[in-house]
Structures are given as structure tokens and as C-alpha cells.
């Protein structure tokens, strides 16, 4: 079952339908957002589509006068669905004097979905209204079978146990950062004045996170920075002591119970792992080369220039083949590589903006295609060895990924975890920033490049 209190949207042109269908989802257990379709358009629509929405309930006839015109109604439902539904799974519920029709609304949904800019829903459903109204839809009180109505819900909402552990998996989240504020509140509580010392409290914990000067200017920031190590740390206790919701979980468990637990075919391992490794940057956000984690793709104005030779040593190519090849590239597949620079700052540097210099690892994107020039393959060779034998220890292979706007291909990061360069605090690069490593990769390199460059040989006596 879809966890209690839960956020579900349900739209209406009917007023009085609509405010039946939220109190109906109310004594269901569910934290209804109603949203009055007039005129053929939504009432106060939200400003940006809203995040964590698993449930839509709406009526399909929405305009007067058109009971035939399918595609309008569809179309309509569309247009709602953009404007409330911020992606993710969900269920879309037909709530309708005529269900009869809800197939083939369901069937130029999904037909107009991804052309529409929306994420198709995973299910669909229907509840007759019929069912709860007396005959003709009177509108008295006394005609309304509210019991009804909500063991209809209950009903549609308890086929869908995959997205319930998702929902609650949601909720946990939600519960552990609302267990974070009450942790802290604990400690001022039994102050004279609670409020004002709870206050000054998230203002030293943000300063004591990031400093004073970046807490001025970056408060949220600040303050997630101080509250995300609580915030692991109660999610963590909420995994452990959370009960499982057996019938829910029952095609989950069976699923990971079988010898061979596979990943979908229709889910693609690069992107998986895209997912799970990198962020990559859009053109909305302004980022930089210098922000810790960045992995920007070198210009070409920088490259084999005076201060790329004096950084690195070497021309491109000859660096290309001294750190990363295994055997010497042709031209045309010299154009297919591109070199790139990760920043690896000290974090702590980074969090309080004091950055004395920056620190780059130097890396090389690799088509998988390619692949076999750089991890030890013959060159006629027609797949890949099992174990791959990269041209040094230092090469980092951060795994195979799918970046947007690259033709269906995959690549590897490959970093030298002896290659790099350090420039001062505010050298400018000729770089573009193409993805940001997530947290947990970039503690797995910088752990690579620390315990790389502490080689044996050097040796140190205690007085």
C-alpha cells in the first residue's frame, strides 16, 4: 500500500466533485492537492511542476460541450499533467461519470506522452463516479457514499506495491530530515526562549560548516552542509528499523531471491552507471572548471601551449601514449580521444572558499569502441579481455558512461592519478565543464591519487 499521508493530485472542473474526491483521498489516508480545471485551464497552477507526486487523479471530461472529443480531453489531461507532475513514476486515476472511456484516453496519453515533453504513467485506473453519486450526480450530501469512494482508492492504490516502496523509500527520507530538525530543536527546547536560540543555533552550525563570509552569501548551502551528516546517519537508522510491508515488497523479494538477478534489458548499463557516478552539467547552470569535482574537456587553445608543456612535460600526443595508450594510435582515432582535467582540491578548501591553488588530475575520454588501445587488446582483436591491463598504476577507469548529445556512443574516463597540474587560486584554464563526479566517486579517486603518490622509498624516523 501506497505509505499513509502521502502526496496525490486530483483535478476537476466540477467543484463540488472536486472537493468530494480530496475528502474522499483524505479518509484514505492521503494528502490530496486539489486543483480546479475552469475554462480550460488549471487554477492557481503551481509555479513549477511538484516533485514527489505518485497518485493523479482527474475527470476526463473537462471542457462543456465536447463528450466526443477524445483528443481534446486527452490533451487536456496532458497539459495538467505537465504543469503539476515533476517526472518520476506515477499512476494516473480516471475518476469519471464515464470510465467506459478511459482506455482509449489512456491509449493517445501514451501515443502523445514523450512528444509532449511528460513522462508517461506506469499505470492506469479508473473509479466510476457513478458508484458514489446517487443517479444523475445530485449534488445532496446524503447521495454522496463517501465509504464507497474511499475503498475504491484504497482498492486502485494497493496494485501498485513496486511504487508504494518507492513512496515509502520517499517518506523514510522525509522522516529522517524531519527527525534532523528534531534532534536539533531537542538541544534548545528547554531554553527560556526556544525559538530565538534554535535560530542562533542553525546560524553557528552553518557558520562552523562553511564559514562566516560563505554563510552570508550562501545560507542554504551552508546549512545543508551542516545537517546532511545527521541526515545520513538517521536515514541510515530508519533503513535499519523500518518494517517491510511483505505484500508490497512480495514481487521485490521474489525477484531478488532468483539465482541470476539481472538488470532489465531495456535498461542501458552506461546510463545506469551515468546515474550513479556523474552529474552531468546543463546549460542552465553556471559552472566552472575550478568547482571541486568538475570534469571539463581541455580547449584547444590550452592544449600543447606554453603552460600545458610546462604543466604536463609533453605534447598531447606524446602524453596521450606515455600515460594512457598501450600501443600507438592511428590519426583518425587520435580525433576520437579528448583530454580532460578533474579539479581535486582539498575539500575542505572548497567549502569555505579558501582556495590557496587549484589542483587538476589529468584524464582522456574514451569511446568504448576504442577501448582496446588503452587497456592491453590486440589490435585485431574482436572483443575486449576479460581483465584489462591499463598503461600504468596510476590509470583510474571511473567505469563506462552515456553523456547526452553523444550519438549513441559510451565512454570511459580514464585519470592518471600521477598526471596533474596546480595553478593559482584564480588561473583561468581554457576548459569547458562537462560533468561533476558524485561524492562518493570522488573520495574513491582522491583515495587513488593520495595513495599513489605516497610510494614506497621515502622514509621517516620518529625522534
Known amino acids: ?12 472542473d466540477d467543484e463540488d466533485h472536486l472537493q468530494k474526491i480530496s475528502w474522499g483521498l483524505g ?34 471530461h473537462m471542457v462543456d460541450g465536447a463528450m466526443a472529443q477524445k483528443k481534446t480531453h486527452a490533451s487536456n489531461i496532458i497539459n495538467c499533467i505537465k504543469k503539476i507532475i515533476a517526472g518520476g513514476p506515477y499512476v494516473l486515476v480516471f475518476w469519471s461519470q464515464y470510465p467506459g472511456e478511459s482506455d482509449e484516453i489512456q491509449k493517445i496519453i501514451l501515443e502523445r506522452a514523450l512528444e509532449a515533453g511528460i513522462t508517461p504513467p506506469i499505470g492506469f485506473a479508473a473509479i466510476d463516479k457513478n458508484q458514489v453519486f446517487a443517479a444523475a450526480l445530485a449534488n445532496a450530501d446524503d447521495d454522496f457514499d463517501a465509504l464507497k469512494l474511499r475503498d475504491l482508492i484504497l482498492e486502485i ?9 518507492a513512496a515509502s523509500w520517499e517518506n523514510r527520507v522525509a522522516e529522517g530530515a524531519t527527525r ?38 550562501r545560507l542554504i548551502t551552508a546549512l545543508d552542509a551542516a545537517l546532511l551528516p545527521l541526515l545520513e546517519d538517521q536515514l541510515g537508522a530508519l533503513g535499519d528499523n523500518t518494517p517491510i510491508n511483505e505484500q508490497d515488497a512480495e514481487n521485490l523479494s521474489r525477484l531478488v531471491s532468483i539465482n541470476d538477478v539481472s538488470c532489465p534489458p531495456s535498461v542501458s548499463k552506461s546510463r545506469l552507471n551515468s546515474s550513479y557516478l ?83 588530475l589529468l584524464g582522456i575520454l574514451v569511446p568504448v569502441h576504442l577501448l ?35 550519438n549513441g556512443l559510451n565512454y570511459h574516463l580514464l585519470l592518471s592519478a600521477r598526471c596533474f597540474m596546480t595553478l593559482p587560486a584564480r588561473a583561468i584554464v581554457h576548459s569547458t565543464p562537462k560533468f561533476r563526479l ?8 582522491a583515495h587513488r591519487y593520495i595513495t599513489y603518490t605516497r610510494r614506497p622509498g621515502v622514509m621517516r624516523f620518529k625522534a
Request: proline share 5%.
Open 438 to 445: 558524485r561524492r562518493a566517486l570522488l573520495e574513491e579517486v
Open 1 to 12: 500500500m501506497i505509505p499513509q499521508f502521502s502526496r496525490v493530485v486530483a483535478v476537476d
Open 278 to 360: 556523474i552529474e552531468e552539467v546543463t546549460s542552465s547552470e553556471n559552472a566552472k572548471p575550478c568547482s571541486r569535482g568538475m570534469v571539463s574537456q581541455l580547449g584547444g587553445s590550452f592544449i600543447n601551449s606554453g603552460p600545458f608543456i610546462n604543466a604536463f612535460a609533453y605534447d598531447a600526443d606524446t602524453l596521450i601514449r606515455k600515460e594512457f595508450a598501450t600501443r600507438d594510435l592511428e590519426p583518425d582515432e587520435k580525433k576520437e580521444v579528448s583530454l580532460h582535467i578533474l579539479e581535486l582540491g582539498p575539500e575542505c578548501d572548497h567549502v569555505q572558499e579558501k582556495i590557496a591553488s587549484q589542483r587538476y
Open 27 to 60: 479518509k484514505a489516508g492521503f494528502s490530496a492537492i486539489p486543483f480546479h480545471f475552469d475554462d480550460g485551464k488549471l487554477e492557481n497552477a503551481p509555479n513549477k511542476p511538484i516533485p514527489g507526486i505518485r497518485i493523479f487523479f482527474t475527470d476526463i
Open 157 to 165: 492504490v494497493s496494485q501498485y506495491k513496486t511504487l508504494a516502496v
Open 372 to 406: 582496446y588501445a588503452f587497456v592491453g587488446a590486440d589490435k585485431k582483436a574482436k572483443k575486449l579481455p576479460n581483465s584489462f591491463k591499463y598503461r600504468n598504476e596510476s590509470v583510474v577507469d571511473i567505469g563506462q558512461i552515456w553523456l547526452n548529445g553523444s
Open 180 to 217: 534532523t530538525t528534531n534532534r536539533l530543536f531537542d538541544l534548545v527546547k528547554s531554553s527560556e526562549n526556544p525559538s530565538a536560540d534554535w535560530e542562533k543555533l542553525l546560524a553557528y552550525l552553518a557558520t562552523e560548516a562553511v564559514g562566516q563570509e560563505n554563510a552570508k552569501t
